[in-house]
């Protein structure tokens, strides 16, 4: 069974930064694509950022976060992070890291998610 725990959050000033890791532990077969997710109060859980495994990383972030978040990836160490810069009050959420693992069960990749960590924006 893999488990997924997030680490980081906080409280920050906005325009102030935070950088957010979730590290993959467990019986670890392979991890594809990782992925960071938030719910705010009161609104559903939506997408952040995904980086997949390859070569070559690619990324891919949602346009509320674009140019402010970075999605990176320590392969090895089963880790990835989220550098958020530029932080505003409409980022205070709850920040969930997703994992595509392989699954030998089944055959297949399955997500695993973590259990979240609170980042809060306020003056």
């Known amino acids: 069974q893999v488990q997924l725990v997030e680490s980081g959050g906080g409280l920050v000033q906005p325009g102030g930064s935070l950088k957010l890791s979730c590290t993959a532990s467990?019986?670890?077969?392979?991890?594809?694509?990782m992925s960071w997710y938030r719910q705010a109060p009161g609104k559903q859980r939506e997408w952040v950022a995904t980086?997949?495994?390859?070569?070559?990383?690619?990324?891919n972030y949602a346009d509320s976060v674009k140019g402010r978040f970075s999605i990176s990836r320590d392969t090895p160490r089963n880790t990835v992070y989220l550098q958020m810069n530029s932080l505003k009050p409409e980022d205070t959420a709850v920040y969930y890291c997703k994992a595509e693992n392989f699954d030998v069960a089944s055959a297949g990749y399955v997500d695993v998610w973590g259990q979240g960590t609170l980042v809060t924006v306020s003056a």
């Open positions: 980086i997949n495994n390859g070569g070559v990383q690619r990324t």
């Open positions: 467990g019986t670890i077969y392979a991890i594809n694509d």
